[in-house]
């Protein structure tokens, strides 16, 4: 425990397994916009790791204006929400998370969240999983529409736990997380591998273990 002295947790893919939902969503979102659903090439090449604005205007052929963009990102993220509560099965935090937020506690280690998410979906995960619990909701970094990537996300989210971020440990999912935790400073990166990835995630730079869930922390 003290190869660190503070934790930032991504969220989606790392807390949460919550991809299935994103895809359902974005093909409900699809189907009202151009009238049929996702390929999987579409998926991997214009939706994974893209923000909602980008993705929207894919779907438009880049004929959309700033209110349709609005206007189809709150209604995907709604979308997405009912699907979650829908699926009461996996509506749940990932295996061991809770246990490694008390070991945190305590020992006296800092811990946030810094997710992409918006801030009507970071509400939901609070109310949903008790997030407040453990965290103090104003210390969550999430797209507020300021941030110009996640590097100044996890650089915020040290910054609020008042560690230096060489100092944090960055729990990520996904590629583009991983290496803008590594740009960030971090050099401590462990990542959840909810994509089955783990040959590849292990040979990035920065990364010092794979695991698939916190049980193996």
Not at 158 to 186: M, P, R
Request: aromatic share 12%; net charge negative.
């Amino acid at each position: 425990m003290n190869s660190y002295k503070g934790v930032i947790f991504d969220f989606n893919g790392t807390l949460f397994f919550d991809n299935p939902k994103h895809v359902l969503a974005w093909g409900k979102i699809s189907e009202e916009i151009r009238h049929h659903g996702i390929s999987e090439e579409e998926l991997h090449e214009h939706f994974n790791g893209v923000p909602n604005n980008k993705i929207i205007e894919y779907l438009f052929e880049g004929q959309c204006t700033d209110e349709q963009k609005q206007k189809y990102s709150l209604l995907k993220e709604q979308y997405y929400r009912e699907f979650c509560k829908e699926d009461k099965e996996t509506f749940h935090l990932v295996a061991g998370a809770t246990e490694f937020f008390d070991k945190l506690k305590n020992n006296n280690i800092p811990f946030t969240i810094a997710s992409a998410s918006i801030k009507p979906n970071i509400d939901f995960f609070v109310e949903s999983f008790h997030l407040d619990h453990w965290i103090n909701p104003d210390d969550i970094v999430y797209d507020d529409g300021t941030y110009e990537n996640k590097i100044m996300m996890f650089k915020k989210a040290a910054h609020i736990l008042g560690v230096d971020i060489s100092d944090c440990l960055i729990i990520e999912d996904s590629l583009s997380g991983i290496e803008n935790a590594y740009k960030a400073g971090c050099r401590n990166i462990i990542v959840i591998d909810s994509a089955n990835k783990k040959d590849e995630y292990q040979k990035l730079p920065g990364v010092t273990k794979v695991i698939d869930s916190f049980k193996e922390i």
